[in-house]
């Protein structure tokens, strides 16, 4: 038996996905397997997705039915039907094998999920959320009832129906869980866990036992949609999220643990060394990978961390701790004069590298120009930038690296209240 199958929990959050609801025999497998894991004593907050593609179905039903003339709140009404449904056959399921059982609807005094009025895309107003919670949802779980919650919907304060988009089941279950201060997420699916690559692609890859958030975040940029990745902003460091299958029919089987959590908001930090830019011309570089390993490998034997690094046809450029030894510079410098395909080296002392990190990022389109922009308005020239998962790396000149860091929280926020009034 596994340490996780010997485990005692006081409460779960339960999400269970369109595919692990497909048809009525999914349905069952889930259903048992909360009743098996509250035969234990576990409190259990179910969070349901819509029953196979029912989304999908029903958002292309209304666009071809309606056309444009939908109003989007009226769009958001017609398609939570599939989640309402999925909650409603998923509680009576329950209560028929004599499990205690209540389905919340949107429509209810009490429902947990209160959002902004972005109909398509409702962003949660998490203190709301969370007095609602402990108020309505906690004493239900401490008198032994098995809640069931359709993910997804949202209800705006003026009790307007939303939805929170692609990822919103996801969204839901980590709401409920931080609220409740859940002992873990369990993410019921069609697959055995997060996988080492795409088995479409990849003959028999591994099923990884645990892996941290910043890492999936990454997998997740790449199409991998085991957890939105909108959701992983609203997941608690204190509580880790587990991926199992629902063929198991056993919330207590093996899968992936998610671990870690992502700050809130968008960080601006800048390094405190000073950097630099080393830039190998040539010829062809980008077809040469023999040339790229020696400079890799020169720079492996200084054991000097690369900030940054970029490639095209006949160029190079790495972004190196300014205070690494110029040995490595006259070590790159000799490959640079040994290899038939390098021309020269050039270095650009003094820089400063600022990041730019949050998953907010992705959700905000025209960040970067926004970015570029308030450097290019100061006259501050960005000299390298990079783009990887949910951030931004720029490297300035070192004597703009202060002015840089604030003109670029100062630019983010007031486009993100822009964005927000807008709305």
């Known amino acids: 038996m596994s340490v996780n199958e010997e485990r005692s929990y006081h409460c779960l959050v339960v999400k269970f996905g369109g595919s692990s609801l497909a048809d009525a025999p999914s349905i069952l497998k889930a259903v048992k397997s909360v009743i098996e894991e509250r035969s234990r004593g576990t409190q259990i907050a179910v969070v349901v997705s819509a029953m196979g593609k029912t989304t999908d179905h029903l958002l292309s039903t209304a666009r071809q039915a309606s056309g444009s003339s939908s109003s989007l709140d009226e769009v958001d009404d017609i398609i939570a039907m599939g989640e309402r449904t999925s909650a409603r056959v998923f509680a009576a399921a329950l209560r028929a094998r004599g499990e205690r059982s209540i389905y919340l609807d949107p429509s209810d005094p009490d429902w947990p999920i209160i959002t902004d009025d972005s109909f398509g895309n409702a962003k949660p107003i998490l203190s709301v959320c969370d007095r609602i919670i402990e108020k309505s949802i906690q ?27 692609r990822g919103g089941s996801d969204v839901t279950a980590m709401i409920l869980a931080r609220a409740l201060s859940a002992d873990q997420i369990v993410l019921v ?38 957890v939105h990745k909108k959701a992983l902003r ?8 587990k991926i199992i299958n629902n063929a198991r029919a056993d919330l207590r089987s093996e899968g992936t643990i998610v671990r870690g959590s992502f700050p809130e ?38 054991n000097v961390p690369i900030f940054g690094m970029s490639i095209n046809h006949d160029s190079l450029i790495l972004y190196l701790p300014m205070n690494s030894s110029n040995k490595l510079l006259e070590g790159l410098h000799s490959i640079v004069t040994a290899d038939e395909r390098t021309v020269a080296l050039a270095v650009r002392q003094n ?72 709305k």
């Not at 999936?216 to 790449?222: E, Q, W």
């Open 351 to 422: 820089l400063a590298f600022v990041s730019v990190k949050g998953l907010e990022l992705e959700e905000t389109p025209g960040i970067v120009s926004v970015m570029s922009g308030a450097l290019s308005s100061a006259n501050i020239n960005i000299y390298g930038i990079f783009t990887i998962t949910s951030s931004v790396l720029l490297f300035v000149d070192l004597r703009d690296k202060e002015r840089a860091v604030q003109l670029i929280r100062d630019s983010i926020r007031k486009y993100t209240s822009l964005e927000e009034g807008e």
């Open 189 to 226: 699916t069609d697959v055995d866990g997060i996988m080492s690559a795409d088995p479409k692609i990849i003959e028999k890859p591994r099923i990884l036992s645990d892996i941290e958030i910043e890492v999936l975040a990454r997998i997740a940029d790449c199409g991998s949609k085991f």
């Open 139 to 165: 004493p239900l779980l401490n008198d032994g009832v098995t809640v069931v919650v359709p993910g997804f919907i949202g209800r705006t304060e003026k009790g307007e129906e939303t939805t929170m988009g």
């Open 234 to 241: 609203y997941k608690s460091p204190l509580i880790d999220v």
């Open 265 to 302: 908001g968008i960080m601006v930090e800048s390094n405190p060394e000073a950097s630099m830019a080393v830039t190998i011309t040539g010829k062809a570089l980008s077809e040469s990978p023999e040339t790229i390993q020696k400079v890799l490998q020169q720079i492996r034997e200084f």
